[in-house]
């Protein structure tokens, strides 16, 4: 009996060590809030907005907030540094693939049109 609970204590410390040095976690928890967005080349209305990242209801959410348009996000992914997530402008399917290093993200937005660069920077 005493070592059945030896290695029970043992098997939950490995496994509270493993989700405390998750990355992923620690990444995605740092990318909630507000984000100045800046995609110089995307159509007029959307150059410039704010995208914010925050959870409700133990569900992450995106709002990203345009010149003349609100728009939700779905689909949250972080793996490592990597950041996608999905969301549609005028019923059309676009992915946001960024890179998050140091407040600041950076990456693609896939359209049909073709890819729209985009960085993303922490407002204060």
Known sequence: MKTFFSIAVLIMSFSLLAGAANPDKDIKNKIYG??????????YDYQEGVIKFYKEDGQDKIKI???YDVIMGENLKVEGNKITFEFEVEYELCT???DYKENKMTGIVETVQGNIPVTLTRKK
Request: hydrophobic content about 40%.
């Open 96 to 98: 946001a693939k960024l």
């Open 65 to 67: 907030s345009t010149t």
């Open 34 to 43: 507000e984000w100045k967005v800046d995609a110089p080349d995307a159509p």
